[in-house]
């Protein structure tokens, strides 16, 4: 049984189990086995753009111990393999599906006692456990708010996104905007990243 992590996406040791896209390529599988790190991959979601169909953020959302809200279209052996982990999950309202802004409904970014999101379009299972937390919700345009943030600590992020830059500093969060690009991701030109890095202990982020 694994000691969860209470603040999502901020471990306070190193972790020793992570959630990946079920498409990672062998070295990167090397990588979390010499880290110590089981895995468990992502089920394709049908109807999503192939560029996404497998990613952990747009079919899941960690609230923080061993609860997870989950799209309710996400596969149900992925759902038995996180329940097996001592996970609970919590189906939200909308399906992840078809293209934005319909894929976007669990792809939120938490970190300490902030969420970047789109509010319109987050799910409101979701959404009301953040109000249920008093988190501080920083209301932005971009919907793949998760996509576009790597979270740094609990009051600081990285993002190549102009408008959650700009909105998160004037919120108080500290933010350093990077250049697009040079990221990449199935089919298109570049992807972002957020979706391509993590905490794995509370002194490293993998990338």
Aim: aromatic fraction near 8%; glycine fraction near 8%; proline fraction near 3%.
């Amino acid at each position: 049984m694994e000691n969860f992590i209470e603040n999502p996406n901020l471990p306070n040791n190193k972790v020793s189990l992570a959630l990946v896209d079920g498409r990672i390529d062998n070295e990167i599988e090397d990588n979390f086995k010499k880290l110590n790190i089981r895995i468990i991959k992502t089920k394709k979601i049908k109807g999503l753009d192939e560029s996404i169909s497998y990613h952990p953020d747009i079919m899941i959302h960690h609230i923080g111990g061993n609860k997870i809200v989950a799209a309710p279209n996400t596969d149900d052996e992925l759902i038995c393999s996180l329940e097996n982990e001592g996970f609970k999950i919590i189906l939200g309202k909308k399906c992840a599906t078809g293209s934005y802004p319909e894929d976007v409904p669990y792809n939120a970014a938490r970190f300490g006692d902030n969420v970047i999101c789109n509010k319109k379009y987050t799910d409101e299972v979701l959404m009301q456990h953040f109000y249920d937390k008093k988190l501080k919700i920083i209301d932005v345009k971009q919907g793949y708010s998760k996509c576009n943030v790597c979270i740094v600590s609990k009051n600081a992020i990285i993002t190549s996104d102009k408008g959650i830059h700009n909105i998160a500093m004037e919120s108080g969060v500290n933010s350093l905007l990077i250049k697009e690009g040079n990221i990449r991701l199935f089919n298109i030109n570049y992807g972002f990243i957020g979706g391509a890095s993590g905490a794995i202990s509370n002194k490293c982020i993998a990338f």
